[in-house]
């Protein structure tokens, strides 16, 4: 008798692989990122340090920062072609999508390498860390009907994509408010993009096309996402008195509350109250009502979700609200997720090559029962 094999749909539970970059510590609702508590580093490090922890293991001496920084920033300008050929496409192109074509753009002007060692993706990586914020801030002020801002080396990297994206670099406070945003985002062990990247890495493709297949598994609102999806979920409803109305409503019809629950945090994301005290920062600091209705809004629906169905917010419940407060627009959210997340995608393309096995489940056959072709009458 052939017993059927246990089926873990959507993977769940399943242990893949090991990893020695992060770990999600779910009974105490913790992360770390080789070792260190995400809280520790977004509070006290840059994302750059972070982005070189997550490839070295280690955070960077100060001479090893002063040469990351250096060659981070030599790095941000696109090449003529790739500049080209992204200001043709439709300004209607989502830009996720603009994304990944420009990461697959880039794929094609690279010089084919004869070894796709670690060496040439550590310098690939490094390359996507530092050209994709100027592909995300052209795309935003070409859907405004703007020229894009070249970047500009003298600035660090949160203050260059703001300068690119509005011609200004906001105050310290608000610039500390996205680099924590990037810290949290960067890394988060097997999540589905991650996932996609090693499964592609796993049959010895290149670099650039596991990170366009991670950037097509993020863009869904059931992943990356849900940022935007957070956003257009509050301009909804509008009305904070109308929060629990709404949600009855939505959870009658099904529907997933964008923004709230995780596979892996069952009691809360471990990083939500960072976001959260950075969100709320940035709503003190806010002159206009709406900003302060929208924070009204944004708490009365996340006890509501908490009331109704026991469900906590995730990472991208704040960090949503909080990137329509730093000004940028909301298909600009989940683009700034792959500005980020770029750093833990890579490290663990890197991780899957060094001890790589194909990626390869099986799958248990419910179909028809094998049968005769018919002859043709
Ligand atoms: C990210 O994995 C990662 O690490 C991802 C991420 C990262 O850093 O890479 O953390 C980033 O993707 C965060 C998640 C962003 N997505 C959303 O906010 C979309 C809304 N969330 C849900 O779709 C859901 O919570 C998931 C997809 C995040 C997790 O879904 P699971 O683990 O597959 O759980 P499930 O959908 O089976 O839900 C279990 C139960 C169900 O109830 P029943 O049908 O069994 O009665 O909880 C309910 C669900 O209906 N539920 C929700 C809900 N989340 C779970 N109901 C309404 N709204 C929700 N958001």
Redesign the pocket.
Known sequence: TTTVPEIRR?L?GVVADTTEIST?IRETNSLTYRGYPVQDLAASRSFEEVAHLLWHGDLPDPAQLREFRARERALRPLGRTTSELLARLPETCHPMDVLRTAVSLFGAEDPIEDDDGTAANRAKSLALLAKLPTVVAADQRRRRGLSPIPPDSDLGYAENFFQMCFGAVPEPEVVRCFEISLVL?AE??F????FTARVVTSTLSDLYSAVTAAIGALKG????G?NE?VMHMLEEIGDPARAGEWLDGA?AA???????????YRHG?SRVPMMQDALDRLVSRATDSEATRLATLHESLRRA?LTR?G?HP????PAGLAYHLMGFDTPTFTPIFVMS?ITGWTAHITEQLAHNALIRPLASYTGPGQRPVPTVP
């Open positions: 959507g769940a999600v985002y988060h062990s999540n589905a993009s991650t609102p059931l992943h990356g849900a999806a959870l099904k529907r997933k509350i964008m923004g709230f629950g995780h596979r892996v994301d979700v169905k469900i995730n990472l991208d419940y997340r």
